[in-house]
């Protein structure tokens, strides 16, 4: 009995657990459809999903109630060309921009209207205005959504030709409905002057959420290096993004730079320390190869990946507080774990440490030291969400603004310059140009409805690379094939015309939602949105234009992927030495910034490093971009690929050492230095120096530095490395040795790190370029 009791009670308490462990994971799956929840709602693509819809929608849906429905949509018409260029920015740069927008399309509006009568000269007209337009991408993202929003109301105003005064009516309208969504846009801005930055920040916090967590995933067992890379890679080209659009978006808008208010005070903070986060992050690059080689045997890496997990939620906690302006709270369960992992390392270094694997202790201490700093980052970061009106950052006085922003003046002589063969605007200018020439004077003979819709098609789909004109192509075809099957089985199924208006509305709010993430979601939401509206307003004619809808996609994604192919096509491998070079040459000035410190008696600023430092992660994000794309295109131009991908993680790898430089600046408070790391330093950059005359085919020097500068700057932490051996030979586990040893080292071993990847780079821009 006793014995059954024993055995019914086990089994009850192993019930428990299993019960426990179930419902501990239920809620937290609860808590994680809560956050993706909150932050979909707080999401800055449904703000501006809303603001657009509502925007394009408003001035139809009024005049409509007045019997003006014809008049309600060419203002409409001018609301959406408008929208297009309403990109996130400073707010003055969106009114500049949407000023110059209305100023455009009202022209383009008159001057294919006085054009559209005669075949011979709307050809030309189309010709030489698609190129103008196209080329005002010279002058940024913004440039070019002007000059694509002018293309649209160009090509939108094929469709009915004029006459008389209803050509300046139709113009008068069109600026009427642009006008009206600027005033819309800015009034919205002024209600919650805030709400962008906030929503961009968060995004710009989950990104590097994001960024940790595949990080992690370099401690499991059976990780794969390259895959993971090129995750990692990936993650970096959106966190940059997100950092230089938040930079401007903070450091060039008034309210914050001059009037400082709290709230903007705490925007700053909050993106200034991410940034200092994210860099962070970056030091904790080891050689994880060796690790596992040294620490497989323990589970500790295993709880490495726990902890970096954890912590990465939090970040994506903070990052939808921070969109959502509410208060996040800290995980009270961090600490502990650390504490925990911490002493499990003290008991390794206790049982498992031996002269032959010490140096994997050291890397490991490092590991344990930058979560830790990390956690306690993150506990400052909850810290700020709360918008505590105590909240002080002392360094905050004395940035200079100027540095963290981009100076960006328009210059009338860029438009010129770029008229060359070398320029990849100029030839896109001349593809989009001959494309929709090609594309009307298709469409003429085949009398389609909507042939419009052709030069629409091939307007949106062509871009400037290959290798996104073909994932476009692709996504249009596909896209626009299934929307349609949506937008029919609604009709099927629903006939009150009132209800569709409600599913139109939804299908165009979900369709702009997606406009800047997913390309194909957009395009098989669009579908139904307009298969809807032209059942609406053209119920009779409805199949006729949902064939000619058909066709002219068809048609148009032809011309273009013909063009792409073609036309002066881009190809990356062509382009790509560009980037390598740029990111070459800027980590030559984050190297030298942050270097020049750990030389006694250097002159150089620490005020350099921050600059420099952007320039580089921009330049590194980059030649990451364009390595992504070049892996799309055709493999007969993938010429040097894998050599490439070997230059575009190295030079990853190398701005993780130099930020770990950085870091021992920041948090070390006598960091080692040496005037032997000027010559290696010399030597090193002599290496990229060559590297990047490699590339640009210049004549190269032959006389690559030795090997003396090197060997001379670890002289000093060899013989400490030597002593410390002894020293855990005799037992000796905390000594001065231990203490030098690891100041020493960690200095030393970051510019070995540096210095054999500048050996690597050179080596790899030989192979490439054989």
């Not at 094929?158 to 005064?165: I, K, N, S, T, V």
């Not at 950092?243 to 008034?254: A, C, G, I, N, P």
């Not at 410390?724 to 970051?750: C, P």
Request: glycine letters at 4%.
């Amino acid at each position: 009995m006793e014995v059954f009791s024993l055995k019914r009670i086990k089994v009850q308490t192993t019930s428990c657990k299993s019960s426990n462990q179930a419902n501990q994971g239920l809620f937290l799956h609860l808590v994680q459809y809560s956050q993706n929840y909150k932050s979909f709602l707080n999401s800055r693509y449904l703000s501006e999903a809303f603001r657009i819809s509502t925007g394009i929608l408003l001035p139809a849906l009024v005049l409509s109630y007045f019997d003006m429905l014809a008049m309600g949509i060419v203002l409409s018409v001018g609301a959406l060309c408008v929208s297009a260029t309403d990109n996130p920015g400073p707010v003055h740069h969106r009114r500049n921009g949407m000023v110059a927008c209305n100023i455009l399309i009202f022209l383009t509006a008159i001057i294919i209207a006085l054009a559209v009568h005669s075949p011979v000269l709307l050809g030309i007209i189309l010709l030489l205005l698609s190129f103008i337009f196209s080329m005002a991408a010279v002058y940024g993202a913004r440039g070019g959504s002007i000059g694509l929003a002018a293309i649209l109301v160009m090509i939108l105003n094929l469709q009915h030709p004029l006459y008389g005064r209803d050509i300046l009516m139709n113009a008068l309208y069109i600026l009427m409905g642009g006008v009206w969504y600027m005033l819309f846009s800015l009034a919205l801005h002024r209600l919650r002057p805030y709400k962008l930055i906030q929503q961009i920040l968060g995004d710009c916090i989950q990104a590097t959420a994001s960024y940790l967590r595949t990080r992690a995933l370099f401690y499991d067992k059976n990780v794969a290096y390259d895959e993971n890379y090129r995750h990692l890679l990936q993650q970096q080209v959106k966190v940059q993004e997100t950092q230089t659009l938040v930079s401007e978006l903070l450091f060039k808008t008034r309210t914050i730079v001059k009037e400082s208010t709290h709230i903007g005070r705490i925007l700053v903070m909050i993106y200034l320390d991410i940034a200092d986060l994210f860099e962070s992050v970056m030091t904790s690059y080891q050689e994880y190869e060796s690790l596992h080689q040294y620490f497989d045997v323990t589970t500790i890496l295993e709880e490495l990946k726990e902890i970096i997990m954890k912590l990465s939620n939090e970040l994506d906690d903070i990052g939808v507080a921070v969109k959502s302006g509410t208060a996040s709270h800290p995980n009270e369960t961090m600490i502990p774990l650390i504490k925990k992992v911490r002493d499990h390392f003290n008991e390794l270094r206790q049982s498992y440490m031996s002269a032959e694997n010490v140096e994997g202790f050291l890397n490991l201490g490092r590991i344990l030291g930058n979560i830790e700093d990390l956690s306690d980052r993150i506990q400052i970061l909850h810290h700020y969400t709360s918008y505590d009106q105590k909240l002080k950052r002392k360094s905050l006085q004395p940035i200079d603004f100027d540095t963290l922003r981009d100076q960006q003046r328009i210059k009338p002589e860029w438009f010129i310059d770029n008229l060359t063969l070398s320029s990849s605007i100029y030839r896109h200018s001349l593809r989009v140009s001959i494309a929709v020439l090609v594309g009307y004077l298709i469409s003429l003979p085949l009398h389609l409805g909507h042939s419009y819709w052709i030069l629409l098609t091939i307007v949106v789909i062509l871009k400037p690379a290959y290798s996104l004109t073909k994932s476009r192509n692709k996504d249009r075809l596909i896209g626009t094939f299934f929307g349609i099957i949506l937008g029919v089985i609604v009709l099927f199924l629903i006939k009150n015309n009132s209800i569709l208006f409600a599913i139109m509305i939804v299908f165009m709010v979900s369709s702009y939602f997606f406009m800047r993430t997913n390309y194909f979601m957009n395009v098989m939401l669009m579908t139904p949105y307009l298969v809807l509206f032209f059942h609406l307003l053209y119920p009779n004619d409805f199949k006729v234009v949902l064939t000619d809808r058909l066709i002219d996609t068809f048609i148009g994604s032809v011309i273009a992927f013909l063009a792409s192919m073609f036309l002066m096509p881009s190809w990356e491998h062509s382009s790509i030495r560009s980037f390598m070079i740029n990111v070459l040459e800027d980590n030559i000035r984050y190297y030298r910034a942050v270097g020049a410190a750990f030389i006694p008696g250097s002159t150089l600023l620490p005020e350099a490093q921050l600059p420099a430092r952007k320039r580089a992660l921009v330049a590194l994000a980059n030649v990451s971009d364009a390595f992504a794309r070049m892996l799309s295109e055709p493999k007969r131009h993938q010429k040097g690929i894998e050599h490439i991908h070997r230059f575009v993680v190295l030079n990853h790898t190398l701005s993780s050492h130099i930020a770990t430089l950085s870091f021992y600046l920041k948090s070390m408070k006598d960091p080692f230095r040496s005037k032997d790391i000027e010559a290696v330093m010399n030597d090193t950059i002599l290496y990229f120096t060559i590297s990047v005359a490699v590339i640009q085919h210049s004549q190269v020097n032959d006389a690559l530095p030795g090997k003396e500068s090197i060997r001379k700057l670890n002289e000093q932490s060899e013989v400490l490395f030597v002593k410390r051996q002894q020293e855990l030979n005799e037992g000796l586990i905390e000594t001065e040795t231990k203490a030098t040893l690891i100041k020493v080292k960690s200095v030393v071993d970051q510019f070995n790190y540096i210095y054999t990847i500048a050996v690597d780079v050179y080596k790899v821009c030989k192979a490439i370029e054989q």
